[in-house]
């Protein structure tokens, strides 16, 4: 089967098509371009027009990232900051979505995951609860001394 070959103002309809569909950092629509066999060149005048338009914004991007993340699927910040490296983001625009998550909500966060992790490992010594407590919460990307703070002051 031949591959559609596509001109500019085509992959720019459809790359702005995907980033009203959701936020998108340079390197998803990077790759979704390229997907369509599009050369280098016409990527980087795409991705620039659509910076220009304001279709493309890594700073809102990294906010809305973090603040999902954080929201719907409970990780922490270990966790969100890793993904937006792999996507490429700046330090700057990582340090603003920092901002994004309240530490007030981010430490009530770990105590909820701390108390229904515990419900599952009732029945083992302290030392095992806490352990596995530990590392379900440290595997969804919270700080190591901020979760051992917390589940001291609830385990015991």
């Not at 309240?102 to 352990?131: F, W």
């Amino acid at each position: 089967m031949e591959k559609k070959i596509y001109t500019y103002t085509q992959a720019l309809q459809k790359a702005q098509k995907y980033c009203a569909y959701q936020e998108r950092c340079q390197e998803e629509v990077r790759e979704s371009l390229s997907g369509l066999g599009l050369e280098e060149e016409i990527i980087e005048n795409v991705i620039a027009e659509l910076v220009n338009q304001n279709f493309l914004n890594e700073e809102r991007f990294s906010c809305a990232y973090a603040r999902g993340k954080f929201k719907n699927n409970e990780w922490g910040w270990i966790k969100i900051e890793n993904e937006l490296r792999q996507r490429k983001i700046s330090s700057y625009c990582i340090a603003k979505a920092k901002k994004e998550i309240d530490p007030v909500l981010y430490r009530e966060t770990i105590s909820k995951l701390a108390l229904k992790k515990l419900r599952e490992v009732k029945g083992e010594s302290l030392y095992n609860q806490k352990g596995k407590v530990f590392r379900y919460i440290a595997g969804k990307g919270f700080e190591s001394d901020l979760v051992l703070q917390i589940i001291e002051g609830i385990v015991k």
